[in-house]
């Protein structure tokens, strides 16, 4: 069973700080990798998706991918009241989800 | 487009009762994923195709659920008899090739 793990939450981080999100992963031939965010009550909606080692910086979001160590993490930086949300990671071409982390960014 | 399409928005239904879920995925794309959200065990893939084919169906829980794509614009995930313990919201989503999933808004079903 392929699996997709998720640091554990809830995360609390005061307004303007940085958000480090984690995600590890179990397959190996893993190409395709993304970050939702899910608001309570809501569907999930991409944020990042990154395929290749290394960093991808899209506006106060950073996603990192290290395939040989199986991890992708997401950085928000200057995080924001808005940002609070549970956050999900998704790996692959079958698109599993790890358990989400609730970030809530304190005004 | 309309985006994902999904129906009923809300079901409530009885224990024992036949459940049928639809999906109609944007417009060209060619896979088709059928998810359930709970708090206990977060979102999980049930079963998703591909060109019409399932491909992995081993999120499925058990001989009550079944899913079906007679075409590339609609899809059901049917669920006989309900049980309480199937109550959550169930998500579709749909994407061309290994590009993002878009999700759609969701169903969310109460058996009694």
């Known amino acids: 069973q392929k699996e997709v793990e998720q640091n554990s939450g809830p995360l609390s981080v005061p307004e303007g700080a940085i958000a480090s999100l984690n995600c590890t992963y179990s397959?190996?031939?893993?190409?395709?990798f993304f970050w939702y965010r899910q608001y309570s009550g809501k569907s999930p909606e991409l944020i990042m998706s990154?395929?290749?080692?290394g960093d991808k910086e899209d506006g106060r979001f950073t996603a990192q991918l290290n395939k040989a160590s199986q991890y992708v993490s997401l950085l928000i930086r200057d995080s924001q009241p808005s940002d609070s949300a549970t956050y999900l990671c998704?790996?692959?071409?079958?698109?599993?989800f790890g358990a989400g982390t609730r970030l809530t960014v304190k005004p | 487009d309309a985006g994902v399409i999904q129906s009923p928005r809300h079901e409530v239904t009885e224990m024992g009762q036949e459940v049928t879920l639809r999906c109609k995925p944007i417009?060209?794309?060619?896979?088709l994923f059928w998810y359930r959200q709970t708090m206990m065990r977060g979102l999980e893939l049930l079963i998703y195709?591909?060109?019409?084919?399932?491909?992995?169906d081993s999120g499925m829980p058990e001989d009550r659920f079944s899913a079906k794509m007679p075409n590339a614009s609609f899809s059901t995930l049917k669920i006989q008899p309900s049980e309480p313990r199937d109550s959550a919201v169930y998500f579709c989503?749909?994407?061309?090739?290994?590009?993002?999933?878009?999700f759609g808004p969701g169903t969310r079903l109460t058996v009694l």
């Open positions: 989503a749909s994407r061309f090739s290994s590009h993002e999933q878009f």
């Open positions: 397959d190996r031939v893993s190409q395709s």
């Open positions: 990154i395929y290749s080692n």
């Open positions: 998704a790996v692959t071409n079958d698109m599993r």
């Open positions: 417009s060209g794309h060619n896979s």
């Open positions: 195709f591909n060109n019409n084919v399932p491909i992995d």
